[in-house]
T-cell receptor
């Protein structure tokens, strides 16, 4: 069974631009979560989607948004990029919302210049 | 929200040595996972262990949920074990799939 996939793997953007990252969960998994990893803040939860609805949101500004499609694939969008948005963005999937093992994708490394 | 503390923050070993990594958490959990982050950034699942004991080869883990801690044991360490180990928990309070991560233990195994 294929693992969680994320595209693109690397991205370089300029301040003020916007970016869209994509995540395809493991087949049959319906819950998708997004995390941001930076050297200063560690791994922080962005949001969780289940059945095309955002179920949980972390403490991030409204510039960070996401969505989930009917096939459980998810995208996250960051508008008006700032230098501090440079990070590794990780996506995780699980079968359901609670008490299920989560599996992570390889991540998208975003650099904002 | 729930707090997760990992210790030690850094650990340097000689190949063949054993080690114990600890994860303390501040509230009841419905999920606890240990991950190893490889040099390219991917989080590799080691254990899903909200309670009890599990073993997988040279690695084993124990979670004592009532006392709010988990331990990861690495025996006969190898250079390929180097990297960052994370403990992550799902809180009964926050619900859903949200995981809260500790700051990690940076393990270096020297040949």
């Amino acid at each position: 069974k294929a693992g969680v996939t994320q595209t693109p793997r690397y991205l370089i953007k300029t301040r003020g631009q916007q970016v869209t990252l994509s995540c395809s969960p493991i087949s049959g998994h319906r819950s998708v979560s997004w995390y941001q990893q930076t050297p200063g803040q560690g791994l922080q939860f962005l949001f969780e989607y289940f059945s095309e609805t955002q179920r949980n949101k972390g403490n991030f500004p409204g510039r960070f948004s996401g969505r989930q499609f009917s096939n459980s694939r998810s995208e996250m969008n960051v508008s008006t990029l700032e230098l501090g948005d440079s990070a590794l963005y990780l996506c995780a999937s699980s079968l359901s919302r609670v008490e299920d093992e989560q599996y992570f994708g390889p991540g998208t490394r975003l650099t904002v210049t | 929200g729930i707090q997760v503390e990992q210790s030690p923050p850094d650990l340097i070993l000689q190949e063949g040595a054993n080690s114990t990594l600890r994860c303390n958490f501040s509230d009841s959990v419905n999920n606890l996972q240990w991950f190893h982050q490889n040099p390219w950034g991917q989080l590799i699942n080691l254990f899903y262990i909200p309670s009890g004991t599990k073993q997988n080869g040279r690695l084993s883990a124990t979670t004592v949920a009532t006392e709010r801690y988990s331990l990861l044991y690495i025996s006969s360490s190898q250079t390929t074990d180097s990297g960052v180990y994370f403990c992550a928990v799902g809180s009964l309070e926050t619900s859903g799939s949200r995981l809260t991560f500790g700051e990690g233990t940076q393990l270096t195994v020297n040949p």
